[in-house]
């Protein structure tokens, strides 16, 4: 079965720092990839995607994509208390449309 | 304006009864979806369409019944609930793009199903 595999957390990180969040996925015809932050209660809200190896920079936000290590991550700079959530990482596979979901990682920003 | 919109937000029924939950959205997209979303957060995807066309039909119990009218429309209706058919249900949409199955999905508020 192909997975998005996540660590469940919760993550607790100071607020300021960076929280560095990973994800793993074990579908090898995976091109594309996205971050989602979903606040309890809420609906998922897209944060990133990624489609190329290397890193991508949106503001305080950065996804990283290792094609050969088949590695997706997140970093959060200057992590504030809004932050704090659960973060979903998906992969779309080279067949479709299909997206598959990690567990999501709770952050969580301490003041 | 909001750009996927759910109805209802929140249903509450008994076990065995029929429901529908409706799906709209204003993004001008060709690609819709219906998502489950369990106790632990698990966020599962059920049907996928695409202009009108069913073109994912994941494992679920055929109780569930997806309906896109029109590619800006999609419905489920699920039969004789069950306890286990609690969750958030979401919907989302999508555009596909060149070289690519789709673009990012957007989902909505979703629906919270509470079976008694």
């Known amino acids: 079965q192909k997975e998005v595999e996540q660590n469940s957390g919760p993550l607790s990180v100071p607020e300021g720092a960076i929280a560095s969040l990973n994800c793993t996925y074990s579908d090898r015809g995976s091109q594309s990839f996205f971050w989602y932050r979903q606040y309890s209660g809420k609906s998922p809200e897209l944060i990133m995607s990624?489609?190329?190896?290397g890193d991508k920079e949106d503001g305080r936000f950065t996804a990283q994509l290792n094609k050969a290590s088949q590695y997706v991550s997140l970093l959060i700079r200057d992590s504030q208390p809004s932050d704090s959530a659960t973060y979903l990482c998906a992969g779309r596979g080279g067949g479709g449309n299909k997206l598959t979901f990690g567990t999501g990682t709770q952050l969580k920003v301490e003041l | 304006d909001t750009a996927v919109s759910q109805t209802p937000k929140y249903l509450v029924t008994q076990m065995g009864n029929d429901k529908s939950i409706k799906c709209e959205q204003n993004l001008g997209h060709d690609t819709m979806y219906w998502y489950k979303q369990d106790s632990k957060k698990f966020l599962k995807i059920m049907f996928s369409?695409?202009?009108?066309?069913?073109?994912i039909n994941e494992t679920v119990p055929n109780r569930f019944s997806p309906k896109s009218p029109d590619k800006a429309h999609l419905n489920l209706h699920i039969n004789s609930l069950e306890l286990g058919d609690s969750a958030v249900y979401f919907c989302a949409s999508s555009q596909a793009r060149t070289g690519m199955k789709g673009g990012p999905q957007h989902f909505g508020d979703g629906t919270r199903l509470s079976i008694l």
């Open positions: 990624i489609y190329s190896n």
């Open positions: 369409y695409n202009n009108k066309e069913l073109i």
